[in-house]
C-alpha cells in the first residue's frame, strides 16, 4: 500500500477539522444581576432536543453555563416571584406550568423578555439570535457574543426596565399592586392588527403600533411587534459563544 502524500495528508487535516468543528457544541453563559433571584428556563424548538437543563435557579450575581449541541435552535427566559403554592412551584412572570422549577418542554405564559436562538448547522456558519418582547416584557437582558465576525455580530442589550413606564392598558400588576410584567398589545387584545393575524397577515398589512413603538423606542434592538426583523434579528459567523445577561 503506497504511502500518503503530503498534499493528501493536508486535505485529510482540513477536512477533519472542519468536521470536528462544525459538531463542537456552543457555550452558553447565563447571568443574573438582577437583585432579586430569578429561575431562568429554556425551551428547545420542535427539531432540537431538549437541553440538560430545562429550568433552574439563579441568585443575584450567580451564573451557570450550559453546552448547546450544533444546530439548536430555541428561547431561553427567566420567570420571577417564583414560589412553592401547595406544593406546586409556580411564577407570577414567565410560569411554565410544570410544577417545578424544570420546565420539561413548556413554554412560558407571558408577558416575558425572550431569547431565541438558531445556532448553525454543520456546513453552515451562521448564527441567529434576537431578544423578542412580541409577547411581551419581564425583565432586561442583554445578549453578548463572545468571538464570531460579521457586521451584524453585536452586543443586543435592552438594558432599561420596561415595568417603570408600561402603559396601564399592558401592565401586570403582582401581589403588592406594582407592575412586574408588560404585555404586548397582542397578548393584553388579542386582536389581529396587534397580533398580526388575518387581514393582517404581512408586513405590509401590519405596520407598527404605537404599543409596538412603546418598545422599540426604548429598545430598538429587540423585537417590538411580530414582523419587527429589519433591525431585530442578529447573526454570527465562527462559532462564538454567548453571554446572555438578566437585568445587565
Given at each position: ?56 435557579e439563579l441568585t ?142 404581512s408586513p405590509t ?13 426604548r429598545c430598538p ?28
Open positions: 500500500m503506497q504511502p500518503l502524500g503530503i498534499l493528501a495528508l493536508f486535505f485529510i487535516l482540513i477536512l477533519t477539522t472542519h468536521c470536528f468543528k462544525g459538531s463542537e457544541s456552543t457555550k452558553f453563559i447565563i447571568k443574573n444581576q438582577c437583585s432579586n433571584t430569578i429561575w431562568p428556563a429554556t425551551l428547545a424548538g420542535s427539531d432540537s432536543l431538549a437541553l440538560s437543563s430545562t429550568g433552574f443575584h450575581g450567580a451564573s451557570i453555563s450550559l453546552n448547546i449541541p450544533s444546530g439548536w435552535s430555541g428561547r431561553i427566559w427567566a420567570r420571577t416571584f417564583c414560589s412553592a403554592v401547595s406544593g406546586k412551584f409556580v411564577c407570577n412572570t414567565g410560569d411554565c406550568g410544570s410544577g417545578a422549577i424544570t420546565c420539561n418542554g413548556s413554554g412560558g405564559a407571558p408577558p416575558a423578555s425572550l431569547i431565541e436562538f438558531t445556532l448553525a448547522r454543520p456546513n453552515n456558519n451562521q448564527d441567529f439570535f434576537d431578544i423578542s418582547f412580541v409577547d411581551g416584557f419581564n425583565l432586561p437582558v442583554s445578549v453578548t457574543p463572545q468571538g464570531g465576525s460579521g457586521n451584524k455580530c453585536q452586543l443586543v442589550s435592552c438594558p432599561v426596565d420596561l415595568n417603570l413606564r408600561c402603559p396601564y392598558s399592558l401592565a401586570l400588576k403582582g401581589d403588592q399592586g406594582s407592575v412586574i410584567g408588560c404585555k404586548s398589545a397582542c397578548v393584553a387584545f388579542n386582536q389581529p392588527q396587534y397580533c398580526c393575524t388575518g387581514p393582517y397577515g398589512t401590519c405596520p407598527p403600533t404605537r404599543y409596538s413603538n412603546f418598545f422599540k423606542k434592538k429587540a423585537y417590538s411587534y411580530a414582523y419587527d426583523d429589519g433591525t431585530s434579528t442578529f447573526t454570527c459567523s465562527g462559532g462564538p459563544n454567548y453571554l446572555i445577561t438578566f437585568c445587565p
